[in-house]
């Protein structure tokens, strides 16, 4: 696993410093629906990633977010999100990272989320913990969701589908200490890992966007479910992930809401 670490790390450094160089020109912008898009960066970004993961491993699978991907029967299929925060990216907002996963035989063992504006490297591996530039990283202790810090996200439909997280978002923000929506998920998700925020939910994430956050989370001690209470895969449409500690109480106020 050391060598896939290695290279997974090598490569989401050398995807997010061409990002970084680049953030401050002029974008090309294309539009995937009314507000979600595609940048120019984001299929540089990934270009570079493919391209070295086919050179380097031309048997395994591969599913990325601007691309088809490759479906050869490997075990070993990499998760890839080559820019997770294209929004913030394309208005020169400096909060994005990277985001590599390596699944084998259906399980995520390894995950990199990098914050190249930062210098951050995340990195956890299944059953080795989870680590910040080689720091241990271990989720917060807070127990009392008045005072947990908690990130969220909107889906790409907010406009025109009802379900768009606006009423969990109501909900949750007067019932913890603050409510932050960064734009990238990758990023939020590691910052749960980090202890920086006690918790976070989002509703219609994808592959990509959850696959390297979920085992950094894990591995740091903490919590991912669905908005039911069970185990969190990476088909599930939603998710929340915290401390543990405080997990059932937010599962609570879900209910609250949706029995409303």
């Known amino acids: 696993m050391e060598s896939y670490r290695n290279f997974a790390v090598s490569l989401a450094r050398e995807a997010g410093l061409l990002l970084k160089k680049r953030l401050h020109e002029i974008h090309t912008v294309d539009f995937k629906g009314e507000i979600n898009i595609v940048t120019e960066a984001d299929l540089m970004s990934e270009e570079l990633i493919l391209s070295r993961i086919t050179a380097r491993y031309p048997d395994h699978d591969i599913l990325s977010e601007e691309s088809p991907g490759t ?42 989320v990098y ?38 996200g909107f889906p790409y439909d907010i406009r025109t589908n009802k379900n768009n997280n606006i009423k969990y978002f109501n909900r949750l923000v007067l019932s913890c200490q ?18 920086r925020f006690d918790g976070f939910w989002e509703l ?47 599962l609570g106020l879900f209910r609250e809401v949706d029995a409303l």
């Open 71 to 112: 479906v050869k029967g490997s075990e070993y299929r990499w998760i890839i999100d080559p820019l997770d925060g294209t929004t913030n990216y394309a208005h020169g907002y400096p909060v994005f990272s990277v985001s590599i996963a390596l699944e084998i035989g259906g399980e995520v063992c390894l995950g990199v």
């Open 115 to 152: 914050n190249p504006m930062l210098g951050e490297m995340f990195v956890a591996e299944k059953g080795r913990g989870a680590f910040l530039n080689r720091r241990r990283l271990s989720v917060s202790i807070q127990d009392n969701l008045t005072r947990c810090l908690l990130a969220t």
């Open 178 to 195: 603050a409510v932050r929506r960064a734009g990238s998920a990758a990023l939020d998700i590691a910052y749960v890992a980090a202890g």
């Open 204 to 250: 219609k994430l994808m592959p990509w966007d959850m696959a390297a956050g979920m085992l950094l989370v894990r591995e740091a001690g903490g919590m991912v479910t669905d908005m039911e209470g069970q185990p969190y895969s990476l088909t599930s449409p939603n998710v929340i992930a915290s401390n543990g500690i405080i997990h059932r109480e937010m």
